[in-house]
C-alpha cells in the first residue's frame, strides 16, 4: 500500500517528544522553558551521531547515545540564538574534538573561545554535511535571523519520508519572528518560496514545540499555515 504523502513517521505523529527509537534515523526532544526541540540525527550502521541545537539538560540525551553505544561527532547549530545553543559549551567540554557546523553570517554570535575551537565549520547555502552513510544538504533560509540554515535529508530512495530541520525558520502553522537582530519579512517570505519547492512529503523537524504536535510536513503547511498561504512579502508581514 502506498503511502499518502502527508503522512508522519508513526514516532513523530503523537503530541510528544519520544527520544530514541531503535532503528529510525531522528531523535527527539523537548527541552528547557521554551520548548526547545533539540535532535539527534543516528547512523545505526556505524553508530555516528550529530546533535543539532543543544538546550541546557542534555543528560536524557547522553544517556541515550550510551545506551545504544553512539559516538557523538558533531554539533549542528540551525541559528545561534542562546535557546539554541544553551548546552554548546557543555557539550565540548565532554567532547572537545567535536566538529561544529554552524552557518556562516550567524557565528558572529558564538563566545570568542568556541570561535577559537580548530574543528568550527562555517557553512553556507547547499553544502553536503555526512552522518556516517546519512548525506544532508544545507539550505539557507535567512529571515528569522540572517545566518539561520535548515537540514535537510533526502530518502526518496528508500521509499522514506525526506526530514527537513527548520531551526525557528518555520514552525507547525507559523514561521518565525523577524523582529530581532538581523531579522527580515523580505528575508522570510524567500526563504518560505524556498521550502515550498521541496517534495511535499517532507517532515518538518521545528525548533519549539508551540502547537499540540511534535512534526508536520510540507504538505500540511501548504495547505494550512498562514506564512505559506501568503502570496506577497505584504501579506506576510500582516500576519498577527
Not at 124 to 137: P, S
Request: a negative charge; proline letters at 5%.
Amino acid at each position: 500500500m502506498s503511502k499518502q504523502m502527508s503522512e508522519l513517521p508513526s514516532f513523530l505523529s503523537g503530541m510528544e517528544a519520544k527520544g530514541m527509537i531503535e532503528g529510525e534515523v531522528i531523535a527527539q526532544y523537548e527541552l528547557g522553558s521554551g520548548r526547545n526541540f533539540t535532535y539527534l540525527i543516528l547512523d545505526w550502521k556505524s553508530r555516528a551521531a550529530a546533535l543539532v541545537d543543544p538546550q541546557r539538560d542534555l543528560s536524557r540525551v547522553f544517556a541515550d547515545l550510551a545506551s545504544f553505544s553512539f559516538r557523538l561527532e558533531q554539533v549542528w547549530i540551525t541559528h545561534t540564538h542562546p535557546d539554541h545553543t544553551a548546552g554548546l559549551d557543555l557539550v565540548l567540554s565532554q567532547n572537545p574534538d567535536i566538529t561544529l557546523v554552524v552557518g556562516e553570517l550567524d557565528a558572529h554570535r558564538l563566545s570568542r573561545k568556541i570561535l577559537g575551537i580548530q574543528s568550527l565549520v562555517r557553512i553556507r547555502d547547499h553544502q553536503k554535511l555526512t552522518v556516517g552513510e546519512l548525506e544532508f544538504r544545507s539550505i539557507a533560509t535567512p529571515g528569522h535571523s540572517a545566518g539561520e540554515m535548515c537540514f535537510f535529508l533526502d530518502r526518496s530512495s528508500q521509499n522514506s519520508n525526506p526530514y527537513l530541520f527548520t531551526g525557528d525558520t518555520i514552525f507547525i502553522r507559523d514561521c518565525g519572528r523577524t523582529d530581532f537582530e538581523d531579522g527580515c519579512d523580505e528575508d522570510m517570505f524567500a526563504s518560505i518560496q524556498k521550502i515550498k519547492a521541496l517534495p511535499k512529503d517532507t517532515v518538518f523537524l521545528v525548533g519549539h514545540h508551540y502547537a499540540p504536535e511534535v512534526a508536520t510536513t510540507l504538505e500540511r503547511e501548504m495547505a494550512s499555515s498562514p506564512p505559506f498561504l501568503c502570496k506577497t512579502v505584504e501579506e506576510l508581514r500582516a500576519l498577527p
